[in-house]
């Protein structure tokens, strides 16, 4: 008996559009709203709850449920949750939620107030040039997120044809102060 054919998947072109924003350096967090308009808010590896929670996530989706719910819609909805008493803090006084799908929450007036989105820092035909440029840059202004920070953390390239997400950091990364990579 012949087994059923693997195919081998199509190899998407690497000089295609990509989506370069901001790296926050903050916790992972997700937000589920189902069907039935349930709220559940996650980490990066589980669900929690405001008794079992993450630098206060869970607290905060459940104050902001209604808004959440309504917001951001039916779906699985990623991001960062950062700011006082999270990594780098960025010298803010409160905590902030920003989204990763920039495609979706930057082109639409229908996000909550309660959540932001990642800065966008480039977007266009991938280039090992322009990532570097790009974090170049990030490095010399200071975070977009958090204007007047001046010690980001890096970028995150999203590949749209490969449908995947690569990160690069500015401090202790020695691939990009030799250029390497």
Sequence with gaps: M???????????????????????DGTNASILVTPEGEVQAGSRTRW???????FGFAKWVKEHEDDLRI?????????????????RGYELTQKRFS????????????RPACC????VL?????????VFGTL???AAIGSLA??????????????????????????GDEASKGRQS
Excluded at 153 to 167: P, R, S
Aim: hydrophobic share 35%; glycine share 8%.
């Design 146 to 171: 958090a204007p007047g920070f001046m010690r980001p953390e890096g970028i995150v390239i999203y590949h749209v044809a490969a449908g995947v997400y690569f990160k690069k950091t500015i401090e």
């Design 48 to 54: 929690i709850t405001p008794e079992d929670d993450n």
């Design 2 to 24: 012949i087994p059923e054919f693997t195919p081998f998947r199509k190899i998407p072109r690497l000089s295609r559009e990509c989506i370069v924003t901001e790296k926050i």
């Design 99 to 110: 989204l990763f799908n920039t495609t979706q929450w930057n082109n639409t007036t229908i």
């Design 71 to 87: 917001g951001l819609g039916i779906g699985h909805h990623f991001g960062e949750w950062w700011g006082q008493k999270i990594q």
């Design 122 to 130: 480039y977007q266009g035909l991938f280039t090992t040039h322009r």
């Design 116 to 119: 932001d989105v990642v800065p």
């Design 136 to 138: 170049d840059a990030l």
